[in-house]
């Protein structure tokens, strides 16, 4: 098992155990723990799972509206970035003549990254590692501060399950409605509510497939030709993925994704710890559950009851099915939607909001034994992976706002390493890659040092007025040129002696260099 699920599995079991409801739930498996269930037949000890299917079939769920604070919040997200998915390829960015203005590109064919002013080349991959870091470390920050609020709010997988929830809702009406829908036989007017919700589903799960591939060309001139059919097959085949992985993970799967699918869950699981804020069923104040009427009942009688009147709403509206007041749980996103109905619930009924709420295990075991609650959301981790994210945003910055846009790269040649002339000269072949960035044509100057009487040989350049090798390389453009470089010096037997290329452009300051050897025989 990995230490995720151990940490999750961890975490889950030490809530229950503190949960008098729980306690009464394990008493009960416990009574169960010597047969199966559903045969009624004495478990095999061997058998680690006590006889129980491995295979739990789905039980379809059937989320009911909500608003609130949380469900304005995730409106407000889902808007945002289905906007940012979906219109991003239009926005055009001015980068000069020689260069395509559009803002956000992945220039397979001319191999290269724009995203608004950068330009990132193939041998620049390393930024992507950095932005990989940056990534993975906000993820964890979030974690850390308020656990998995990427899931419950920004994962693509909960964005768009909650657009096809709600285009579902409403076409076959909230929960109440679509439940008895579904128990009704079939009928002219189910098929059509049913045609439609999955044509609805598919036309956007297209869009979606098609704002995707969007990215890696000029958008407006692929909509165009995707419109009159004159784009590439692979881009009508990427389309067909994309719509169908999205209508099957945003339409039937959803929480099995989540659930089943995702690693995330278990990672997160792992990097927790006791006071990152999680959506938390205050269990303190709401146990022991009692409706109203059986409330007023014990308060008669003495007897304690808890804020909790076990009306089911917050389960209702969970896109995942999950039951918070079981403790935490690897299905629950962190969506906050139990916190809206919960909290509707308690206006309702004229009781304190926040029975459901964003808090850490800490302040609700604090809570239980009287004492005062607290909130660190300055930590040793927290710190760390700001400090992280800082350094390697920094760097990057830097790196970005310095970088060259000339360079050069050298490769010797492999077979043969040197050749010896006929006037007794040796001569070592290379291959250089000369990058100009710019977005004008540049002449580059070739020059070696590092060996004296050494003479440098471009294959296919021009040459200058005192015979050095120049090489033209278009703008945005890379040019790779074969150079020999021959020299008369006695050299040692098995000589490797350093040298240094230096390309110098037309613009001032252009030049970048890179270093070899020379081999002797
Ligand atoms: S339990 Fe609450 S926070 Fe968790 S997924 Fe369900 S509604 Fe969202
Ligand atoms: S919505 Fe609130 S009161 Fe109703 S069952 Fe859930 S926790 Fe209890």
Redesign the pocket.
């Known amino acids: 098992m990995c230490p995720g699920c151990i940490s999750t599995l961890a975490i889950a079991a030490a809530t229950v155990v503190q949960s008098s409801h729980s306690l009464a739930d394990l008493a009960g498996d416990a009574e169960h723990a010597g047969s199966n269930p559903a045969t009624g037949e004495p478990h095999d000890p061997d058998d680690e799972f006590g006889g129980e299917p491995l295979y739990a079939a789905r039980t379809k769920i059937y989320p009911q509206h909500v608003t609130g604070t949380f469900r304005h919040t995730k409106w407000a997200v889902l808007a945002v970035t289905l906007a940012i998915y979906y219109f991003l390829p239009f926005v055009r960015w001015d980068r000069g003549p020689n260069a395509p203005n559009q803002a956000v590109l992945i220039d397979f064919p001319g191999r290269r990254f724009y995203f608004f002013f950068i330009e990132i080349w193939p041998q620049e991959v390393y930024y992507l590692t950095g932005l990989l870091i940056l990534a993975a470390m906000t993820l964890f920050l979030m974690n850390a501060v308020a656990g998995r609020v990427w899931c419950g709010y920004l994962c693509p997988q909960t964005v768009w399950t909650d657009l096809f929830i709600s285009i579902e809702r409403w076409i076959e009406g909230d929960r109440r409605e679509h439940l008895l829908r579904d128990q009704q036989p079939w009928s002219f007017e189910r098929v059509a509510r049913t045609a439609s919700k999955h044509f609805s589903w598919l036309m956007i799960a297209w869009w979606t497939g098609g704002a995707w591939i969007l990215y890696f060309a000029d958008a407006p001139t692929l909509v165009k030709d995707l419109a009159t059919f004159q784009a590439p097959v692979v881009a009508y085949v990427f389309i067909g993925i994309l719509t169908f992985t999205t209508y099957t993970l945003a339409g039937w799967m959803r929480e099995q994704v989540c659930v089943y699918m995702c690693p995330w869950p278990r990672i997160q699981a792992a990097l927790t710890d006791e006071y990152a804020l999680n959506v938390c ?1 205050r269990y303190d104040r ?1 146990e022991p ?1 009692a409706s109203l009427k059986k409330a007023a009942a014990l308060h008669e009688h003495g007897e304690p009851a808890g ?9 209702h509206v969970c896109p995942t099915g999950v039951d ?2 079981n403790g935490p749980n690897l299905g629950c996103i962190q969506c906050g939607l ?1 916190i809206d ?2 909290d509707a ?2 206006t309702k009924i004229s009781r304190a909001t926040r ?2 709420a964003y808090d850490t295990d800490v302040n609700i075991r604090n809570r239980q034994q009287g004492e005062p609650t607290s909130y660190r959301l300055v930590r040793t981790r927290t710190l760390l992976y700001a400090a992280i994210i800082a350094l390697v945003g920094a760097i990057m910055t830097y790196t970005l706002a310095t970088r060259r846009t000339e360079a050069v790269n050298v490769i010797h040649d492999r077979n043969p390493q040197f050749v010896r002339l006929s006037d007794g000269a040796v001569r070592n072949g290379y291959s250089l890659h000369i990058l100009n960035k710019t977005l004008e044509t540049q002449k580059f100057v070739l020059k070696v040092t590092g060996l004296a009487d050494a003479s440098i040989e471009a294959i296919g350049g021009e040459k200058g007025p005192n015979g050095e090798p120049i090489v033209e390389v278009g703008p945005d453009q890379t040019r790779q040129v074969r150079v020999l470089v021959t020299t008369h010096q006695r050299l040692e037997p098995g000589a490797s002696i350093p040298l240094t290329f230096t390309v110098t452009g037309d613009r001032a300051g252009a030049s970048a260099s890179a270093a070899d050897h020379f081999l002797g025989p």
Do not use: E, K, T
């Open positions: 069923y709401g559950r804020d909790c009147i076990d009306c089911l709403q917050c389960v918070i007041r139990c109905a919960c619930v308690m029975l459901i």
